[in-house]
């Protein structure tokens, strides 16, 4: 009996050993981060750019939302889309990729609040996530809170990465 428990006690730390092991060879591979670097990096720039051009009809955007205060949605629109510019360039380009990620996944909060809190009201708006325009590819705000959920993990596996990063400008920049 006693010799049973020792061996399944054995054969569960070695389970959870493998696991935690994988866990942390995915944790920190170098590859993965650079991969969600560069696809949370050129997602947030891509949706950055039209907002920035349009500003008036990112404002719109908010303004449907139905959340914010009148006096308030004229600066959210100017905001919001420079600080995905600047966080999706410092990710891109490796330039304090932790604290750029804590910047993102700030603004993917923020984004995950305000779709379920509208999908809770049963409000129905456009998200302006990549356009203010009302036709083309549009999602509704299940997909769009699951996509941002997706985000939210490559931004997590960003700022808990340890390893050495690849393509990193603010490493090159301290060698020198």
């Known amino acids: 009996m006693c010799g049973f428990s020792s061996t399944a006690s054995r054969a569960g730390k070695r389970k959870g050993t493998r696991l ?49 205060p009148t006096g308030l949605i004229n600066l959210i629109a100017i905001i919001i889309p420079f600080l995905e510019l600047v966080g999706g360039l410092a990710l891109l380009l490796g330039f304090y990729p932790r604290s750029a990620a804590v910047i993102i996944n700030a603004l993917l909060l923020a984004f995950i609040t305000v779709l379920a809190i509208n999908l809770i009201r049963g409000h129905e708006f456009n998200c302006g996530c990549f356009s203010a325009a009302q036709d083309g ?7 769009t809170i699951v996509r941002d959920i997706i985000y939210f993990v490559f931004g997590t596996q960003i700022v808990l990465f340890e390893g050495n990063r690849r393509s990193c400008f603010g490493r090159l920049i301290s060698r020198h």
């Open 137 to 143: 590819y549009s999602s509704s705000s299940e997909v």
């Open 20 to 68: 935690s092991n994988l866990r942390q060879s995915i944790g920190n591979n170098s590859w993965i981060e650079l991969t969600a670097r560069w696809i949370l990096g050129l997602t947030f720039i891509y949706a950055s750019a039209y907002k920035i051009v349009s500003p008036a009809d990112f404002a719109k955007i908010v303004y449907g939302y139905g959340l914010f």
